[in-house]
């Protein structure tokens, strides 16, 4: 078996994937079905990117693709003519913009943030809302949904909030889920970042 | 001119018709002129829970098509005279009205009434966006549960996108013992997580499902605990500072308990 991979990865414009130049198709379908089935939940709805390198796949392989990213409920799109498609992967530096949103509200279920940069909440982030952004994300109140900062691939972005009770934390390509035992309340803020291949949580010293 | 309130909740069967009824009828107990307007579509139920059904000719519908004028698709309650249902049509799909009809609507009835009192749909579709339409204020209804209160989460948000801003939070169905076991969200759970004023608490009361089934709402009922809970609301709403029922009593214990330190997880 040849040590390549398809890479899947999330960024702000979804997830792309990319195939390499000498892959086997076959392999590449079963490749994407494993590494897609094991994040299910985590993928689902985002848009789909491919990158074929500089492989030119025949329209019938196009098509199998589409089918097997179908399966998992997600769908190929095209990316724009005057965007170039979004790098499988990318070089993890910190080029993120440092633009930050400020926003002055509660977050509320079904909502959905996403930002090229920072994002500030004055307010909470409740359970099924989202922050989806390239920096860090401050909540300055309770954080109880889904975060996830550095999505272009910073792995150096992190996660605060005053009370940081996720369903989930993304920082780059790293996931974490809340146990599904209750835990107990935070009792001040607290920091999330990537520390040895892992997200770790820490209580927030000045 | 009158105020519109539209009673929603995104989840279905939380109790929002029951609501509509009980607080309509309260403030006409107290002398306020109402209107309810059922605006489930397809799914009425308004005019039962009234006891009115029997009297429906025409209903929102016609008026919004211009088969009949308001004033006659206008049923007056059996107990007020100053009490009026303008009922939903039954045979028809909620996309039969718009939501510029129904603005349009509810404008022309707060000319007339105190209050106009809008039954919402479950769901966040056409037929919500419909009810929330013209309306002043939101009462979002609840029960203790987590699906329940994410729901309630989502249509805060929904409201505030359309500039319906500060909605009141009723939380229904509170069942006093399973607060006590610590088996059911407690009122400040819930206002925790959606961070809206609290307009009353009502428990989970048989005397609900027999005054719904003779079409006479409990609030009538000067004996029933979940009538006075809504007799409170209604005071509530007409400006009044009345302290909320003492269903979670057993809580406040509890908290005590955790405020000085003995006793885990609230
Ligand atoms: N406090 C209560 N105690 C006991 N039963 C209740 C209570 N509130 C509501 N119910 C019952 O729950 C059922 C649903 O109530 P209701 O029809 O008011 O909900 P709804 O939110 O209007 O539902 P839908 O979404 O279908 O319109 C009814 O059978 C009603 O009698
Ligand atoms: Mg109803």
């Known amino acids: 078996m040849s040590k390549e991979a398809c890479i899947i990865k999330g960024n702000k414009h979804g997830l792309s994937i990319s195939i390499p130049r000498e892959m086997d198709f076959a392999e590449v379908l079963s490749q994407l079905r494993t590494r897609l089935a094991s994040a299910q939940e985590f993928f689902a709805g985002a848009a789909v990117y491919v990158s074929a390198a500089d492989r030119d796949l025949e329209p019938e392989e196009k098509q199998q693709l589409a089918k097997t990213v179908e399966e998992f409920g997600l769908s190929i799109t095209e990316p724009e003519a005057d965007e170039a498609p979004a790098p499988a992967v990318e070089s993890g530096k910190d080029e993120f913009k440092e633009d930050t949103l400020l926003l002055r509200r509660t977050i509320r279920s079904g909502q959905k943030i996403r930002y090229d940069g920072n994002v500030v909440v004055l307010g909470d982030v409740n359970p099924g809302a989202e922050i989806i952004c390239s920096g860090d994300i401050l909540v300055l109140g309770s954080l109880r949904g889904v975060a996830h900062a550095g999505c272009t691939g910073n792995v150096n972005a992190s996660v605060f909030a005053f009370r940081l009770e996720p369903t989930q934390l993304r920082i780059a390509n790293y996931i974490s889920r809340s146990p599904d035992e209750k835990l107990p309340k935070p009792l001040g803020p607290e920091l999330a970042r990537v520390c040895d291949n892992v997200i770790q949580i820490t209580a927030y010293q000045s | ?266």
């Open chain 2, 1 to 266: 001119m009158g105020k519109s309130i539209v009673i929603t909740s995104g989840k279905g069967g939380v109790g929002k018709t029951t609501t509509t009824a009980n607080i309509g009828t309260g403030l006409a107990q107290i002398g306020r002129k109402v209107c309810l307007v059922d605006a489930d579509i397809g799914l009425r139920n308004l005019d039962v829970v009234m006891g009115l059904e029997n009297r429906i000719v025409y209903d929102l519908i016609d008026v919004v098509e211009g088969h009949c004028r308001v004033r006659s698709a206008l049923i007056k309650d059996k107990r007020f005279d100053n009490l009026f249902l303008l009922p939903a049509a039954q045979t028809r799909e909620k996309d039969a009205v718009n939501p510029e009809q129904m603005e349009k609507l509810i404008t022309e009835l707060k000319q007339e009434f105190d209050y106009v009192l809008v039954d919402c749909p479950a769901g966040i579709e056409q037929g919500f966006k419909n009810a929330i339409a013209g309306a002043d204020l939101a009462i979002i209804v609840t029960t203790p549960e987590v699906s329940a209160v994410r729901d309630a989460d989502r249509i805060i948000g929904l409201l505030e996108a359309d500039e319906l801003f500060e909605p009141q939070l009723i939380v229904n169905r509170i069942r006093p013992d399973m607060i006590r076991r610590g088996d059911m969200m407690t009122t400040d759970d819930m206002i925790d997580i959606l961070a809206i004023k609290l307009l009353g608490i009502v428990p989970d009361d048989e005397s609900i499902i027999v005054s719904t089934n003779k079409g006479e709402p409990a609030v009538l009922d000067k004996k029933s605990v979940s009538g006075q809970a809504f007799r409170n609301i209604v005071r509530r709403l007409e400006g009044a500072s009345v302290p909320f029922l003492a269903l979670e009593e057993e809580n406040m214990v509890k908290r005590l308990m955790r405020f000085i330190g003995i006793g885990g997880k609230s």
